[in-house]
């Protein structure tokens, strides 16, 4: 029986040794590591064409299939999600558990354990140390010590002895702590991400300008139920002047509840996000849909008048107010362009770049003209008379590309941040610091022992070593002048 309890307890011993070793959690971070930048080269949960063809520059177009499937078995298109990653994550969170365990009693004795006065000798054998000599009562040498320690917030303890004072303090003991602190912060990361992964979801969804869904999508043939419905009012690209480069994406999204009310509205721009129920909506890209017949949105200002604003479909008429001027929807262009060595009017783009549209222009008894207007040029838009057409928006062609995820675990790892923030300043710029100072009389003058201890930032502490001296030497000889 004793051998058999003895195996076990060696056995016990030996997985504990393995789960708390600095060499498990290296492993684990490398192979975290290097999963992680597979990960981020290949495009997760995406249609299996793109990876091929993203796979295909790496290893050409012959083996880009085999290799995708390799790593589809292996979970790399879906990695985050997978069985082995987590299990990485919760081994690592397992080896900071055991290693905090394993280390943290011997810490907290050091912590907690009082301290005490020490000889001339132990101080003379540390490796900060001072000795100093003053002709002055002792009393006075304590007071001037025990000012300058207080002077720098410590907090002195006095061992008085015939002929001899013995001061000591510490400052900063909890902050031995602080690399627990961390691990905890490490531990409750992995926790919420974990419970991101298992309990919340990331998919996509394009929606149309007008249109309403009660679903987004984490591949095409895998809706998401959202459990509300979300509806795009409108999107909207802004250019910086004078170029064709995007400057900003907008989209008014609107969350209506079951019974169809209107419940919230937004609109959302790239890094300003829509949140309901914990799922969020984010701007992520656009685009046109192919062969859809939208509304031409047109603002009329007559001369001297107020503006009307007039929703067309193709080939659709409209008067300008208090005028015979007929104006009927002629032509579309989502980016148009003048070529510099024809000078005919182009369209250089299938995406709404540079949007314009054709309006055919009549009046009895005047030659009808056919005119360019222009959305981001409005100037376009100005007709003989002082009358004015502006192109206010091509509605329900676009979409908007959303990102839609659900990540219940995400307020913890928020937290966690903060956590780990708070431990990490405090490993780096607070120390467990201790001092000892022992003054002697020595008929008419005093000897002064210091000496001081810190688990880290011992450059610091040795300047407050040095300030602490300087300002009781300051103050007694002060004293002796007067």
């Avoid at 000591?168 to 702590?177: D, P």
């Avoid at 509304?295 to 015979?324: C, H, M, N, Q």
């Avoid at 928006?393 to 659900?406: A, I, R």
Wanted: charged share 25%; hydrophobic share 40%.
């Amino acid at each position: 029986m004793e051998e058999n309890e003895k195996e076990k307890t060696d056995l016990f011993e030996s997985i504990w040794k393995f789960l708390a070793s600095v060499k498990l959690a290296i492993a684990v971070l490398i192979i975290l590591a290097l999963s992680s930048i597979i990960g981020t080269i290949v495009e997760q949960k995406a249609e299996p064409a793109r990876n091929i063809a993203l796979l295909a520059k790496f290893f050409g177009d012959t083996a880009a299939p085999t290799v995708y499937n390799i790593f589809a078995k292996l979970g790399f298109m879906d990695m985050y999600g997978s069985w082995w990653f987590t299990t990485f994550l919760a081994v690592f969170s397992i080896n900071l558990i055991v290693c905090s365990i394993d280390r943290l009693p011997k810490t907290w004795r050091v912590v907690k354990s009082p301290q005490k006065p020490l000889s001339d000798s132990a101080i003379k054998s540390m490796p900060l140390r001072k000795e100093l000599t003053f002709k002055t009562a002792l009393s006075e040498a304590r007071d001037a010590f025990i000012k300058a320690l207080g002077s720098l917030r410590y907090t002195a303890q006095e061992a008085p002895e015939q002929d001899t004072v013995r001061l000591y303090t510490q400052k900063g003991k909890y902050a031995r702590l602080a690399v627990y602190v961390v691990h905890l912060s490490i531990i409750l990361i992995f926790i919420g991400a974990i419970i991101g992964t298992r309990f919340g979801f990331r998919g996509y969804l394009n929606l149309p300008e007008g249109r309403a869904s009660t679903v987004a999508f984490k591949s095409p043939t895998e809706p998401i139920e959202l459990g509300f419905t979300v509806k795009c009012n409108w999107y909207n690209t802004l250019y910086y002047e004078g170029g064709d480069t995007p400057r900003e994406f907008q989209s008014e999204l609107v969350i209506l509840d079951s019974n169809g009310k209107e419940v919230m509205k937004k609109v959302i721009e790239v890094n300003d996000p829509l949140t309901y129920q914990g799922i969020t909506f984010f701007q992520s890209s656009y685009g046109m849909m192919s062969e859809a017949q939208g509304y031409f949105v047109l603002d009329i200002t007559p001369s001297g008048g107020s503006e009307k604003r007039v929703w067309l479909r193709y080939g659709d008429s409209f008067d300008i107010p208090g005028t015979a001027i007929r104006g009927k929807i002629h032509d579309f262009s989502p980016a148009l362009t003048r070529d510099r060595k024809t000078g005919r009017l182009t369209t250089y783009s299938d995406k709404m770049v540079n949007p314009a549209v054709a309006i055919e222009f009549s009046q009895q008894g005047k030659d009808p003209y056919i005119g360019w207007i222009l959305n981001r040029y409005p100037e376009t838009g100005f007709l003989p008379g002082g009358h004015k057409v502006s192109f206010a928006d091509y509605w329900g062609v676009e979409y908007t590309g959303l990102q839609v995820s659900k990540d219940p675990g995400v307020w913890l790892i928020y937290l966690a941040s903060i956590i780990m923030a708070v431990g990490l300043y405090v490993c780096f710029f607070i120390s467990h610091r201790k001092i000892w100072i022992n003054i002697s009389s020595d008929r008419k003058s005093v000897r002064v022992s210091m000496g001081g201890s810190t688990n880290r930032n011992r450059i610091n502490f040795e300047r407050e070593l040095d300030r602490i001296a300087s300002e009781a030497t300051k103050a007694i000889e002060g004293r002796s002048k007067k």
